[in-house]
């Protein structure tokens, strides 16, 4: 009888995918894996067909959907307090599968995604060791550790600060603006539940991150010697990253791969903006231009504005209208050089080939190591989450990035001309591409049998197997 490993994931694309990549692991080392998910009240991405496909493509992994539970009124506009009460809720259906589970299988471990911290609780009430998963950078981990301490030290709500350096360990100086927008008010219910969350996390048997240690070392060094948690237990890190996907489990190739075909080595910049990245009219029309006046080859994922109905901030967008929405005659002028494309794109499968020289990016911590693990330079233009720390730890800590001006307001056409420019065609832009050549490198030999992540997986795994 295999032992087991339990992975329970928040609903968020990014947050689900990483971790179905960790249960991909923990399988290929001789562990049975169930992952336990939960069905949102708001759009999250294309999560239902991602569970769908990786079920079918993975038929090892138990996939177990948690019953349906009803959520109280929360005035909050952020949907991470939402799924901070759906996973609170979805307790007492977790503790019935795990009871359920361990009459067929020991479960050595429960792998809890950082929003799921009410989970400790029914851990310790099945006797199973928990562990959390952080599927962004050790960079934000040591912030969103520090949060609890920093909330007693600073009074004020984030966004009262504007751009009031806040110090955390091991990091450079972070604005107040820079905070997730659902930091930024004090008084909010998700700021209030990432205080608590975070609070709760040093209680578990161990934090399993999602980098490798070449690339993060002075936030390594401050989370391990506990100095984001004074006079807390800090867990032991272990890094296992990147993980990443190698393939988007599609069957058919898309269209947009056809055309790259067509394209020089290293001649395209790519811009894709994450499962929920979204853009009013007017920057979408300063992006179109900027990347027209450019005259580089390019690849855009398109999807429409967000919508200005409160009842609709949830729902996912529909199709885009690409003559309305974009300049008229845009897509016919660049035609010979550029392609749009609507709502989706297999960003990994774009990201590794050869035409691709660039990545106009969000900062999402998946797509930043997707980026690294091809080695290819990125322009850090962060829009929601946690990616403003991100884009702080790319330009000025890791290097890997140069930053896209204006993203706080509108981003204008010339900023963007300027930047795709420097990127694919200036002596800046290729030594920023031997920098992610650089880290390219360094994840292979982290990954590779003896490497600091090969081994630090092996560690976890020979644990559990055993049962120490």
């Given at each position: 009888?295999?032992?087991?490993?339990?992975?329970?994931?928040?609903?968020?694309?990014?947050?689900?995918?990483?971790?179905?990549?960790?249960?991909?692991?923990?399988?290929?080392?001789?562990?049975?894996?169930?992952?336990?998910?939960?069905?949102?009240?708001?759009?999250?991405?294309?999560?239902?067909a991602f569970?769908?496909?990786?079920?079918?493509?993975?038929?090892?992994?138990?996939?177990?959907?948690?019953?349906?539970?009803?959520?109280?009124?929360?005035?909050?506009?952020?949907?991470?307090?939402?799924?901070?009460?759906?996973?609170?809720?979805?307790?007492?259906?977790?503790?019935?599968?795990?009871?359920?589970?361990?009459?067929?299988s020991?479960?050595?471990?429960l792998?809890?995604?950082?929003?799921?911290?009410?989970?400790?609780?029914v851990?310790a009430?099945v006797?199973?060791?928990?562990?959390?998963?952080?599927?962004t950078?050790?960079?934000n981990?040591?912030?969103?550790?520090?949060?609890?301490?920093?909330h007693?030290?600073?009074?004020?709500?984030?966004?009262?600060?504007?751009?009031?350096?806040?110090?955390?360990?091991?990091?450079?100086?972070?604005?107040?603006?820079?905070?997730?927008?659902?930091?930024?008010?004090?008084?909010?219910?998700?700021?209030?539940?990432?205080?608590?969350?975070?609070?709760?996390?040093?209680?578990?048997?161990?934090?399993?991150?999602?980098?490798?240690?070449?690339?993060?070392?002075?936030?390594?060094?401050?989370?391990?010697?506990?100095?984001?948690?004074?006079?807390?237990?800090?867990?032991?890190?272990?890094?296992?990253g990147?993980?990443?996907?190698?393939?988007?489990?599609?069957?058919?190739r898309?269209?947009?791969?056809?055309?790259?075909?067509?394209?020089?080595?290293?001649?395209?910049?790519?811009?894709?903006?994450?499962?929920?990245?979204?853009?009013?009219?007017?920057?979408?029309?300063?992006?179109?231009?900027g990347?027209?006046?450019?005259?580089?080859?390019?690849?855009?994922?398109?999807?429409?504005?967000?919508?200005?109905?409160?009842?609709?901030?949830?729902?996912?967008?529909p199709?885009?209208?690409?003559?309305?929405?974009?300049?008229?005659?845009?897509?016919?002028?660049?035609?010979?050089?550029?392609?749009v494309?609507?709502?989706?794109?297999?960003?990994?499968?774009?990201?590794?080939?050869?035409?691709?020289?660039?990545?106009?990016?969000?900062?999402?911590?998946?797509?930043?190591?997707?980026?690294?693990?091809?080695g290819?330079?990125?322009?850090?233009?962060?829009?929601?989450?946690?990616?403003?720390?991100?884009?702080?730890?790319?330009?000025?800590?890791?290097r890997?990035?140069?930053?896209?001006?204006?993203?706080?307001?509108?981003?204008?056409?010339?900023?963007?001309?300027?930047?795709?420019?420097?990127?694919?065609?200036?002596?800046?832009?290729?030594?920023?591409?031997?920098k992610?050549?650089?880290?390219?490198?360094?994840?292979?030999?982290?990954?590779?049998?003896?490497?600091?992540?090969?081994?630090?997986?092996?560690?976890?795994?020979?644990?559990?197997?055993?049962?120490?």
């Amino acid at each position: 009888m295999k032992p087991s490993v339990v992975l329970y994931p928040s609903p968020g694309m990014g947050h689900l995918v990483s971790m179905v990549e960790l249960g991909k692991l923990f399988l290929s080392h001789g562990l049975a894996v169930a992952i336990v998910t939960v069905d949102p009240p708001y759009n999250t991405g294309a999560t239902a067909a991602f569970i769908a496909r990786s079920s079918t493509a993975l038929p090892a992994i138990s996939f177990h959907r948690l019953p349906r539970v009803s959520l109280p009124h929360n005035p909050s506009p952020h949907f991470e307090a939402h799924a901070f009460d759906l996973l609170s809720l979805s307790n007492p259906h977790l503790l019935s599968f795990l009871q359920t589970l361990s009459l067929s299988s020991p479960i050595r471990a429960l792998v809890l995604d950082f929003f799921c911290t009410e989970a400790l609780d029914v851990a310790a009430a099945v006797g199973v060791p928990a562990y959390f998963f952080f599927s962004t950078s050790a960079s934000n981990l040591t912030a969103f550790l520090h949060l609890p301490i920093l909330h007693h030290k600073v009074t004020q709500s984030f966004k009262d600060l504007g751009h009031t350096p806040l110090d955390f360990p091991g990091l450079p100086p972070i604005p107040a603006s820079g905070m997730p927008l659902p930091m930024l008010d004090r008084d909010d219910d998700a700021y209030k539940g990432f205080v608590y969350h975070f609070d709760r996390v040093p209680r578990a048997a161990g934090i399993i991150e999602n980098s490798f240690e070449w690339l993060e070392p002075r936030a390594l060094s401050a989370l391990r010697s506990g100095l984001c948690v004074p006079g807390r237990r800090m867990p032991p890190i272990h890094c296992v990253g990147p993980l990443t996907r190698m393939d988007e489990g599609t069957k058919e190739r898309h269209p947009c791969m056809a055309w790259l075909d067509a394209q020089p080595k290293a001649s395209v910049v790519f811009l894709c903006f994450g499962s929920l990245g979204l853009f009013s009219a007017e920057q979408l029309t300063e992006i179109a231009e900027g990347l027209e006046r450019s005259e580089q080859r390019f690849l855009w994922v398109v999807r429409s504005p967000p919508s200005p109905e409160p009842e609709k901030h949830f729902a996912a967008p529909p199709e885009p209208d690409l003559d309305v929405l974009l300049p008229k005659g845009f897509v016919e002028r660049t035609k010979e050089r550029g392609l749009v494309v609507k709502k989706w794109a297999p960003q990994v499968e774009v990201l590794a080939h050869e035409a691709v020289g660039g990545f106009v990016t969000h900062c999402g911590w998946n797509s930043v190591l997707e980026s690294v693990r091809v080695g290819l330079p990125m322009i850090a233009w962060p829009l929601y989450a946690e990616q403003r720390m991100n884009k702080v730890s790319l330009v000025e800590e890791l290097r890997l990035a140069v930053e896209m001006r204006g993203y706080d307001a509108v981003v204008t056409a010339g900023e963007v001309e300027e930047k795709v420019r420097w990127l694919m065609a200036s002596d800046g832009g290729k030594e920023l591409r031997e920098k992610t050549l650089a880290a390219k490198k360094a994840a292979q030999a982290a990954l590779a049998e003896g490497g600091s992540s090969h081994q630090a997986l092996m560690e976890l795994v020979n644990k559990w197997k055993t049962g120490d």
